[in-house]
């Protein structure tokens, strides 16, 4: 091994040390730590993560990337270190650009406006909300012009979350689901409603906790490198692929949302408890791409998960642990987790009005960062938004703008990869059955392993030295495009909804 | 501000966040981390536990230190101040002495004999651990070596806990005990024994968990400067007064356990979450008398806890919550809650015969320390221990001698606090009702909250700026002893088993 090469694996250790306790704060801080005891981990969080900065944009680091680079060295790396070097420096081009104070400033700020998004919610006051909201936007701004001069900001947010993707592509594959969506959720509203009556007892969040248990190891979320905990919104975050955690959130009156939230988080930690283990804290590992990312997860919940067929090796075992479900046939909770209908929450919509709760935010983002649109205006712009495509008014904040803690850290452009993802779920869909055959047989035998299994070797492996672009190609041997969605769409809601 | 002092304080400042941080990975390895997430979270612990102790015993900080100690500066410091700079400089004398390297490869066994103890405890197996045990006594001997070389190493470990206390001292506190309980539990156990079978019927952790947030929330537990977790092994850790942690462990077939725990654990996080905050995350805050601080928590869960008019205005709620326990009148739980028997476990014995288990383990650690008696003769010797002074004998080494942790993080010496701190709740009793009036009264009126208040304004308040022998000349105006205990264990009893 070269001198350069060990002393780069070394300072690669290090950064993991500082990578791995600031994902512990984070984790922390949103699952366990006290009202009172969050300023300490602010504090602690603002720290380590501008070290961990300064660290990753160093001018040690950049010359060390320089010397590996140098033919001769470069010639002697493993294609995975050929990877993480060239990954790395690309990245420290941007990054570098950043002044380290103004960084420290954003972390902060992220922390603190995460914070008021919750207070805000809980209050269904923009108000609290709208001066972090403010910031964070300035702030984005801010790095998009240190990071990418002169590009247009909006479109240096979408690539940040979904390499290679821009909003000329997007407008094109949204503009394809907006064609077919309208008509056909016009046709599925007209049609006859389910009951939904039974869906609104009481479930006791413990057995909500054990059903999520279950349906975690079902789908193939291993414990041994995982964990669960509670949040106000679920998430997925990593350590490595050996301690991946996922957080729920349970309703007392209604049971089929901790179920999905486990179903689609358990598609998240099962893609990346499956990555190289080689690629382990370093830029190959954790898939970066959003949009593959919110593929995988997708899949699991809409593809799999509401597919009737996913519940009959396990819809007794259901019973056992929630006993309220025994009032419940299959045939009824298959129309209800398949009930379209318009909604206010994105995260508890049905898999077709879903699209439109992306469209509208993708729209409200262009909004911000395109048409400089005021924070102020922003609530009147959404609810304007959602009486033009699902028809109803939010009565307040909370179940309206603020819905979402997205923004609260500045993760604007992270949207359009759900939808990202359920366009490219199409597109899988149609290979993994011309592969290995009918789903619905699949899931009806309880083989779905064998589709964990297929997504393992064709997606997860990979983690993030595919770009999606590659990964399509690599899976479909195509173009994206959002054809084969509104195919599965039109068929699965013909059958559901008995349309003519 | 002196330029020094200016210095100082940001040097703690980064302190501060280091210990931050290990004391989080330290909470999520044992409340949340999986199995394969344990090594990267060693691996970070290790990394800034030895960059902690590495500023802590720095050139720089020892410096700054020496000139804040001249009279000139000495005499501008706030009294906290001088108390800081005063107890950081003597802690450093000893702990510069220490390798660095080989402070390095204690942290790293200390976290890997902690996972070996839970798996030979799980699988029973004390040949798992063996090893382990071994090297944290070579190591724990090695250490004091550095710190206070010629000392016996047994009193060093002793006066570690508990400052001012030796074996001399124990050896008359414990004499005195056992002189006293010896005949008196004799007598117990002659006495008609309670019938228990109610007790062993199955109860939910869920419920159990309920019931456990009452409790916390009823003797003055603080859920915003506080949170809760699950652990093999209860125990409480704090970052500062505002983020107080404990853990607790749910038997199925066992509801007593895990409420005695909570109030055990409750009443050390009461402590911590009562100092005075303008200590927060220094020398002088966080209590590290171990002696002092289990008198808190034993005050709670024994001296209050085990009193019948303590469940008086909580009984009807402990029903609801945990719908069995309505078979159980309040008289059958108050039997049940001081039923003395020779039992197994120490966690879970009753507070009379608990003193045993604490003689037997401090007997064991002078056998280690003193007698060098070698490891594989030591599951002998705790069951002969066990035969001399419970009459029973374990079958196994998990309900022998891997029952406890302490052992496997080097905490050699912390066993007898346990016991002082009983010694110096018969002391503090007979103390608070001259003050207070009846403890009887006071509890069967729920005013519970007076006396935490009593306790946190002569003892909570002073952090670590109090030796325990000045806690006790302050709280008492007299020297230790365990009289008072004596007398408390003897009316009680006389009452519980109508002794004659």
Excluded at 133 to 138: R, V
Excluded at 167 to 175: E, H, V, Y
Excluded at 448 to 461: A, F, Q
Aim: aromatic letters at 12%; a negative charge.
């Amino acid at each position: 091994m070269s001198k350069t090469l060990e002393q780069f694996e070394q300072y690669l250790d290090k950064m993991k040390k500082y990578e791995h306790i600031n994902t512990l704060l984070y984790w922390d801080m949103r699952t366990c730590a006290p009202k009172l005891g969050q300023a300490g981990h602010i504090d602690a969080l603002t720290y380590f993560s501008t070290e961990s900065f300064a660290m990753s944009t160093s001018d040690e680091l950049y010359g060390m990337l320089e010397t590996l680079k140098t033919p001769e060295e470069f010639a002697q790396l493993s294609d995975t270190m050929k990877f993480i070097v060239t990954r790395m420096q690309r990245d420290m081009e941007k990054d570098r650009r950043i002044p380290k104070d103004r960084y420290k400033v954003m972390v902060r700020e992220q922390a603190e406006s995460g914070n008021a998004w919750e207070d805000a919610k809980n209050a269904s006051d923009f108000s609290i909300f709208a001066p972090h909201l403010e910031k964070m936007i300035a702030l984005t701004k801010e790095m998009a012009g240190y990071t990418d001069p002169g590009k247009e900001v909006y479109d240096v947010l979408l690539d940040k979350y979904e390499e290679g993707m821009d909003s000329a592509t997007i407008d094109r594959l949204f503009g394809e689901l907006k064609e077919a969506l309208i008509p056909l959720v016009k046709k599925i509203l007209a049609a006859k409603q389910p009951d939904d009556t039974k869906f609104h007892a009481y479930f006791d969040p413990d057995d909500q906790r054990k059903v999520q248990d279950l349906l975690l190891s079902y789908i193939g979320f291993s414990k041994d490198a995982g964990a669960v905990g509670e949040t106000e919104h679920p998430f997925t975050l990593n350590f490595s692929s050996k301690d991946v955690r996922v957080t729920n959130h349970y309703y007392e009156h209604d049971p089929i949302s901790a179920m999905f939230s486990a179903i689609h988080e358990g598609g998240h930690a099962i893609f990346e408890q499956n990555v190289n283990p080689e690629y382990d804290n370093t830029a190959a590992g954790s898939c970066r791409y959003m949009g593959v990312h919110e593929s995988q997860s997708r899949f699991y919940e809409n593809i799999l998960g509401r597919n009737k067929n996913f519940w009959i090796p396990v819809y007794e075992k259901v019973q056992e642990l929630m006993p309220q479900m025994k009032d419940i046939s299959l045939d009824e909770f298959y129309r209800e987790i398949n009930h379209v209908r318009n909604s206010l929450i994105r995260t508890e919509a049905d898999e077709v009005t879903y699209c439109f709760h992306i469209i509208l935010r993708y729209e409200m983002e262009k909004a911000i960062f395109r048409d400089n649109v005021p924070v102020e205006k922003l609530p009147e712009l959404w609810n304007q938004k959602m009486k033009e495509y699902l028809d109803i008014t939010p009565a307040n904040d909370a179940e309206g703008i603020l819905q979402d803690m997205h923004w609260s850290d500045g993760s604007f452009g992270y949207f359009p990869s759900y939808l990202l993802g359920s366009i490219y779920d199409g597109m899988y869909l149609e290979e993994l059955e011309k592969e290995l055959g009918p789903v619905d047989e699949i899931l009806k035998e309880g083989r779905i392993k064998e589709i964990t299994k297929w997504l393992n070797e064709k997606i997860h492996w990979y983690g993030s030295t595919r770009t999606p672009k590659e990964v399509i190609a690599n899976v479909c041997g195509k173009e994206v495009s959002a054809e084969p969605l509104v195919r599965y769409f039109e068929k699965k809601y013909a059958s559901v909804y008995d349309l003519k």
